[in-house]
């Protein structure tokens, strides 16, 4: 059995007063490919300012945005290869 591993790399930034934080999940693939998703958490004006919390949100959609394309890029290769030539 062979095995593979893919890598992605999450950075995370917040607004100067912690009211946006912006998560950007990167996957590379050995066969060179790039795949990047952007996401964003808001905080409520009237809760306290607890930066974890926007850390899993912003990371979490960011997640599942890559999760999304990457269903979508092996929806679209399997179309090409069942497409008469």
């Not at 062979?2 to 990167?26: F, G, H, R």
């Not at 300012?49 to 960011?62: H, K, S, Y």
Request: glycine share 8%; proline share 6%.
């Amino acid at each position: 059995m062979e095995y593979k591993q893919w890598n992605v790399q999450i950075w995370i930034s917040e607004d100067d007063d912690d009211a946006l934080t912006t998560a950007t999940a990167v996957l590379f693939t050995p066969d060179g490919k790039r795949h990047e998703s952007v996401a964003h958490a808001r905080r409520n004006p009237g809760d306290r300012p607890v930066p974890g919390i926007g850390d899993e949100l912003a990371a979490g959609r960011a997640l599942s945005d890559l999760a999304s394309k990457l269903i979508e890029d092996g929806a679209k290769d399997v179309a090409e290869l069942a497409s008469p030539v």
